[in-house]
């Protein structure tokens, strides 16, 4: 079947259903591709949702580049035995259009329109992040994205009903009450990347509340909690102010408490420069770099780039393949396993594979709200970005699964941020942390990020985020949403001691 539209032919390569309506995908010979979802009332057609996308193959770092582009992206990859393909795809996002010829033909135009506008912005954003960019159509690796099923569903764009839900929202929360005593409420996505400035104790008020919200709207909140701030959330409020909130009655929150060792750093996360930032050894290219290891260094990093260990213990063992090799090679392999060992001294248990995430939380809870807080009080700040990265890219790969969504699933909570993102991302684990954070959004994967003061956090995150808070004294905050009008309010007190 062919499309008789601008810039064709277009020719069919998918044909479905989904949540009851007819979903079609279309490529033309410049490769790009056209998802059109049917309208239906009734079984009369009323319309056409329509996405047109952009493919190339891509190579680098896409952290900083992804979150300056704004607007539809989606990084797809795929693992075969013999072949790795890295595919970027741009968007225009949903278009709706009624079904008549000439209106299709002028939308399709206007979409073809602004992702050429997009694409010009691409380019150059990949030269300014050193990122290298090949057209789809010019690369020979067609056959790899549009032949394998697993991958167009994933060019399908909507992937659950919500994305056509008119004004999909999420459950209202109750924030506090603004200065004219009505009650301040916000739709709970309205938090899907939000930025907290104030200091310290400001920051636990806004956080502390915001996840006593996630749970009470059956949202998964995590707290990597690095000054024993967030330790009460289970224990209810006993001197909660009932006159002031007759509607709320305080009560303890759903929480497992968690310290390094008991949830893990899977090295599968981290690539060699990674891991050199928690092992604290520094990239180096003169003599005192060797003497300091640096030859030792390069062969734990190509068993990190090319055996892709879980944990030190995997490193270890192939350290220890030295049969047939030269004696200075085996002294460097006895050097590396005993930074290794000094390592597990040092960090015992932290670094040793994969969590099971749904183990963390009872079978009864996984489909209501509830909190995980992983203690990194005692972590240094290398350490403490290792964890918070693997532990949130292992969400990020859980939640990918289940496809896109408009509907929060869990808020990641990180009162200082700019230990992780800061306005100049200059470690690789504070840009795959950006990366991981701005990537996870679509799939229903809120974050929370809290600074003291705004110039601190990288800049694209404030200039994109959907909800500013910042506090004006003890508990008025001023509120800055994407979408809306600012306003000031009173925080409420907690639920929770």
């Not at 694409?119 to 960019?133: P, Q």
């Amino acid at each position: 079947m062919e499309l008789d539209l601008p810039r064709g032919p277009w020719k069919e390569i998918f044909q479905g259903n989904w949540t009851n309506n007819k979903i079609f995908l279309f490529k033309n010979p410049d490769l790009y591709t056209i998802t059109a979802v049917e309208d239906r009332e009734e079984g009369e057609l009323q319309g056409f949702v329509l996405f047109l996308n952009k493919y190339y193959v891509v190579a680098g770092n896409l952290s900083r580049l992804n979150t300056e582009l704004g607007g539809y992206s989606t990084l797809l990859e795929k693992n075969m035995p013999t072949k790795k393909g890295r595919f970027f795809t741009i968007s225009t996002g949903p278009e709706y259009v009624e079904p008549e010829t000439e209106k299709i033909d002028s939308k399709v135009e206007e979409m073809f329109y602004s992702l050429k506008e997009k694409d010009k912005k691409l380019y150059e954003l990949s030269k300014a992040h050193e990122v290298d960019l090949t057209e789809l159509k010019h690369s020979g690796e067609e056959s790899i994205l549009f032949n394998r099923p697993n991958l167009i569903n994933a060019l399908l764009n909507p992937k659950r009903e919500e994305k056509f839900k008119k004004g999909a929202t999420g459950q209202k929360i109750l924030l506090g009450k603004k200065l004219d005593g009505r009650k301040a409420e916000e739709d709970i996505n309205s938090f899907q990347s939000s930025i907290v400035i104030g200091e310290e104790d400001q920051l636990e008020r806004a956080m502390h509340v915001l996840l006593e919200n996630c749970v009470l709207s059956g949202v998964n909140g995590v707290i990597f909690d690095d000054s024993k701030r967030y330790t009460n959330l289970s224990s209810p409020n006993m001197e909660f102010p009932h006159h002031e909130y007759p509607d709320l009655q305080p009560i303890g929150m759903p929480v497992r408490n968690l310290e390094p060792g008991e949830v893990q750093i899977n090295l599968r996360h981290l690539d060699s420069k990674g891991f050199r930032e928690i092992i604290n050894i520094p990239r180096g290219e003169k003599t005192e770099a060797e003497y300091a290891g640096e030859t030792t260094a390069k062969i734990v990093d190509r068993i990190i780039n090319e055996k892709e260990p879980r944990s030190l213990k995997d490193i270890e063992k192939e350290l220890l393949s030295t049969e047939g090799r030269a004696e200075v090679e085996k002294f460097h392999r006895y050097r590396g396993i005993r930074w290794m060992k000094v390592m597990n001294q040092i960090y015992p248990d932290f670094i040793d594979g994969e969590t099971d995430l749904k183990s963390l939380v009872s079978a009864y809870l996984q489909s209501m709200g509830s909190i995980i807080r992983i203690d990194t009080s005692i972590l240094p700040p290398e350490m403490k970005r290792a964890f918070t990265y693997s532990f949130t890219k292992k969400l990020y790969e859980e939640n990918k699964q289940e496809g896109f969504t408009q509907r929060m699933r869990a808020m990641i909570v990180i009162p200082k941020g700019e230990i992780h993102v800061p306005k100049e991302p200059s470690e690789r684990l504070q840009e795959n942390i950006l990366e991981v954070l701005t990537d996870a959004n679509a799939y229903g994967i809120g974050y929370s990020l809290g600074t003291r003061e705004k110039l601190d956090i990288y800049r694209p995150l404030i200039e994109e985020a959907s909800m500013i808070q910042k506090f004006t004294d003890k508990k008025q905050v001023a509120l800055k949403p994407k979408k809306g009008k600012p306003y000031r309010i009173n925080l409420r007190p907690y639920l929770t001691s």
